[in-house]
């Protein structure tokens, strides 16, 4: 099991140290020093204030802020929670995840989301109701660009003519990319063009915020899982190489006074047994004080191995 955790950037306002250049350093250190696997962080380039006086919060670049933190670590793997890729043309994408997988020593892991917040949308210039489309063929542009030189794309949305973008990635054949949202259709895109699935917790009420399904607990996950085992048995792909990340639902959260390490890690061997692979671990987002004391709880009470 690998151990992965998003820059808690969870308020607004959110904390000055967290977003600080200093911040950002400290946690990924505290999170390689402590055997941490993963480090990243989310995508809202144009949330509304309404959004942000609902609950919402503050965010970095996911791009820039992983290129800060590879350029101070040497061992996290980083890995955007996630990528909305139809804000962004995919050849733009492709650039920045070689870029980053280059300069880190192939760190990077491509985590991508379709979206929900239909004002960010607007704000950006992009069709809400195309979003999932656009996932689709962002995904084979990016794949292609990794792979291939002297490429044509003739698609609904890009169209481009004998492009070859070099550098490539360190990582060949190309970084991972794993694809988040807990619907059929989003297990379906993982099997067809994804290395890595990555739902996320969600009650009923969010998920019709967040316009998935509700995924609450780990008989539904378990369901999702067989789901997308069946799926690549039906076109013979092996599913035991696809990644699962989810969020552990036992045992509390570390810096939250109700984190129990006895229940966390049973919690963790059941993730474990359903077939989980990567387990993101909440963080508090008050303070950086309270985000490193929380990382520090983890490391002492769970110990993830390098």
Not at 140 to 154: K, M, N, P, S
Not at 204 to 225: E, H, K, Q, V, Y
Not at 242 to 271: C, K
Request: glycine fraction near 10%; aromatic fraction near 8%; proline fraction near 7%.
């Amino acid at each position: 099991m690998r151990f992965t955790i998003t820059h808690p950037i969870i308020t607004h306002p959110c904390d000055p140290e967290l977003v600080s250049g200093a911040g950002v350093i400290a946690v990924a250190r505290a999170a390689e020093a402590a055997g941490f696997h993963g480090f990243g962080f989310t995508d809202h380039p144009a949330p509304t204030q309404r959004w942000l006086d609902a609950g919402g919060h503050d965010s970095l670049d996911p791009f820039v802020a992983m290129g800060f933190a590879a350029a101070h670590t040497t061992t996290l793997r980083l890995i955007p929670n996630v990528v909305v890729l139809p804000y962004r043309n995919p050849f733009v994408v492709a650039k920045s995840g070689a870029t980053l997988d280059l300069m880190s020593g192939g760190r990077f892991t491509l985590a991508v989301g379709a979206g929900y917040l239909r004002a960010e949308f607007d704000a950006l210039g992009v069709d809400f109701e195309e979003r999932t489309l656009l996932v689709e063929e962002s995904l084979d542009v990016i794949r292609a660009i990794w792979t291939g030189d002297d490429i044509t794309v003739e698609g609904r949305h890009f169209t481009a003519r004998g492009i070859t973008a070099h550098p490539r990635p360190a990582t060949q054949p190309h970084p991972p990319i794993w694809i988040g949202g807990n619907t059929g259709k989003a297990r379906q895109r993982v099997v067809t063009r994804g290395d890595g699935w990555a739902p996320f917790a969600a009650p009923a009420n969010l998920a019709r915020t967040a316009r998935t399904a509700p995924l609450d607990s780990l008989s539904a996950l378990t369901a999702g899982i067989e789901d997308l085992k069946r799926r690549c048995e039906s076109i013979d792909r092996d599913w035991s190489t696809i990644d699962i990340s989810f969020t552990n639902l036992q045992g509390g959260h570390p810096g939250s006074p109700n984190f129990n390490a006895d229940a966390y890690l049973e919690g963790v061997q059941r993730l474990a047994d359903a077939g989980v692979t990567w387990v993101q671990v909440v963080l508090p987002g008050r303070s950086l004080t309270h985000t490193l004391d929380a990382i520090e709880e983890f490391r002492e009470a769970v110990q993830p191995s390098p």
